[in-house]
């Protein structure tokens, strides 16, 4: 099994193949790309603490700071583990599963079409061009999503969660008092959004053209609606936002308990493609 011992920046090329890549690191910044080359590429510009190690077995590449390989995911928090950093970046292949954990770390992921995983503490997460499916944790840090296609799951405390350009994604969020902002561009498929959060507040902007069922509810907090066919309604400081856009062959939900809920909708004219005259 080939390992290395990573005590100060350097840069390694893998030619075997690489389907698997298993990243965690405590403190610094973990940038993933995914390549349509055979080689995998590692770099690590900055290194301070404890060796990192570095090993290819069975198509999975590992990178991770020895001491804590075989530990769980928290101990990266214990005071031992945090007198240390690490500054890398990967290109593997497109098609590479990918698991990133990081405890105070930046984080992220672009051009990956396999599965991706990654699990923060409170450094933030970006992703970008994923097709894969997608499962995010974080305790504090935000999520940004750009072009994330092949569905998206996000658990929070309180962390905040951003979706641009969410065409055909399917969104499942769960937080307890991160602000939620998922903006749906045009696609064929129906809208398959679900997302939940105790005080924070809610904002989905929708394509022009939308099919869906919708319900949203807070308990006390404000309500903004966009739609004609949708309702507005409620009793004493509950309020909800229900109805049915389109043909409905969708699902919209929406709850939070004490924020804000706004349905907003896309200009017609921004969902024009490229090149075409209204």
Do not use: C
């Not at 349905?263 to 969902?271: G, I, K, S, V």
């Amino acid at each position: 099994m080939p390992e290395w011992s990573v005590t100060e920046p350097m840069k390694l090329t893998l030619d075997d193949p690489v389907t698997t890549l298993r990243v965690r690191i405590v403190d610094g910044a973990v940038n993933v790309v995914g390549t349509d080359e055979g080689a995998a590429r590692l770099e690590v510009s900055e290194l301070h603490g404890p060796p990192l190690a570095v090993t290819h077995e069975g198509g999975t590449l590992t990178v991770a700071y020895e001491d804590l390989a075989r530990k769980g995911f928290l101990s990266g928090l214990l005071p031992n583990a945090r007198n240390r950093g690490a500054v890398i970046s990967l290109a593997v292949p497109a098609d590479a599963s990918v698991e990133v954990e990081a405890v105070g770390a930046g984080a992220m992921v672009s051009g990956i079409r396999g599965r991706t995983g990654v699990r923060g503490v409170s450094g933030g997460v970006t992703l970008v061009g994923l097709s894969g499916p997608v499962r995010a944790e974080t305790v504090s840090g935000g999520l940004e999503a750009q072009a994330v296609t092949g569905g998206l799951r996000f658990r929070s405390v309180s962390g905040d969660l951003t979706v641009v350009e969410g065409s055909g994604t399917s969104v499942r969020a769960e937080s307890v008092s991160g602000d939620m902002v998922v903006d749906v561009g045009p696609a064929g498929d129906p809208t398959d959004i679900r997302v939940t959060t105790v005080s924070g507040e809610i904002a989905i902007r929708l394509p022009h053209r939308t099919d869906a069922r919708v319900e949203a509810n807070t308990t006390s907090g404000a309500v903004s609606n966009a739609f004609d066919t949708l309702r507005v309604g409620g009793t004493w400081g509950a309020k909800q936002i229900t109805g049915t856009l389109g043909a409905g062959t969708g699902t919209l939900e929406a709850t939070t308990l004490s924020g804000a809920i706004a349905l907003l909708r896309r200009p017609e004219d921004a969902e024009v493609p490229s090149g075409k005259v209204l």
